[in-house]
Nanobody
């Protein structure tokens, strides 16, 4: 069992940066691929990025490639999402999720546990 709690969201202006954190509880945190999804207002939840537990392999959605950076600290059971050059289109509720899928988990159904989400609002 893994419990996830996101933090770090807020209201920023276009071009600003934010760092989201996701604190995980549970002894098996290290065995999960950790991902971030987001749900813009009135839209479906979409994949943003994931990082594997062993080699730290990452995979980004095209929309955030080069602007967002995911990292994890297994000793602290925490995964981070550094978001730079934020755009109004990045406005969404951001969710942290844990996946036991061994391939390339970019779909919601491939994730076993979810956090409650944190709001990110980017004004123009």
């Amino acid at each position: 069992q893994v419990q996830l709690v996101e933090s770090g969201g807020g209201l920023v202006q276009a071009g600003d940066s934010l760092r989201l954190s996701c604190a995980a509880s549970g002894r098996t945190f290290r065995s999960y691929t950790m991902g971030w999804f987001r749900q813009p207002p009135g839209k479906e939840r979409e994949f943003v990025v994931f990082i594997t537990w062993s080699r730290g392999r990452t995979y980004y959605a095209d929309s955030v490639e080069g602007r967002f950076t995911i990292s994890r600290d297994n000793a602290k059971n925490t995964v981070y999402l550094q978001m730079d050059s934020l755009e109004p289109e990045d406005t969404a509720v951001y969710y942290c999720a844990a996946s036991s899928f061994t391939g390339t988990p970019t779909r919601k159904y491939q994730y076993d546990y979810w956090g409650q989400g944190t709001q990110v609002t980017v004004s123009s």
